[in-house]
């Protein structure tokens, strides 16, 4: 008679649970890389927004003429004839232009401060500190206490 030859079921059920623990090491590897992913990509939204506001804050702070009220959570300046004003509203940023709302953040963006410290600068011109912390609305990534400052100052050299 011929010998047939194949695998016993103990080699099978020792194949299949190894089998097994590598697809669920493989499951928690991808599902790793996906939490690190989205939690990369909320903080990214996070810093580009603070990004937008100060790099738009800065350049009409050097266009103003005059900073007419910066301290605490908003700084008011004239521009062109217009009334610019930035402030904290609620938990994020706003830009009002003659008491107009013309600019919001994102409500992704949860502001936890929004300050300026202005003082006179060496050549007689406005300065402004601007200072941004702030973090992710879903509290589930943990993205808290970002910080962003710039300092910027008006081109009004007398």
């Known amino acids: 008679m011929k010998k047939l030859k ?4 103990v ?10 623990i590598l697809i669920i090491m493989l ?3 991808i599902l790793l890389a996906l939490r690190s992913n989205t939690k990369i990509a909320g903080r990214s939204f996070i810093r580009e927004q603070m990004s937008a506001v100060l790099t738009q ?6 266009n103003s003429t005059t900073l007419l009220d910066c301290f605490e959570g908003s700084c008011e300046m004239t521009l062109t004839g217009k009334t610019i004003r930035w402030e904290a509203c609620a938990s994020s940023i706003c830009r009002l232009e ?3 709302l013309t600019l ?3 409500d992704t963006m949860q ?3 929004f300050s300026f410290d202005s003082y006179t600068g060496s050549n007689n011109n406005d300065v402004v500190l601007v200072t941004i912390i702030a973090g992710h609305s879903n509290q589930a990534l943990e993205i808290q206490n970002l910080v962003t400052q710039i300092s910027a100052s008006t081109r009004n050299y007398e």
């Open 98 to 100: 003659n008491g107009v």
């Open 111 to 113: 502001v936890e401060e």
């Open 11 to 20: 080699e099978v059920v020792v194949t299949l649970g190894i089998i097994g």
């Open 104 to 106: 919001q953040t994102s």
């Open 57 to 62: 804050l800065s350049r009409e702070v050097r």
């Open 27 to 29: 499951f928690n590897v």
């Open 6 to 9: 194949g695998y016993s079921l």
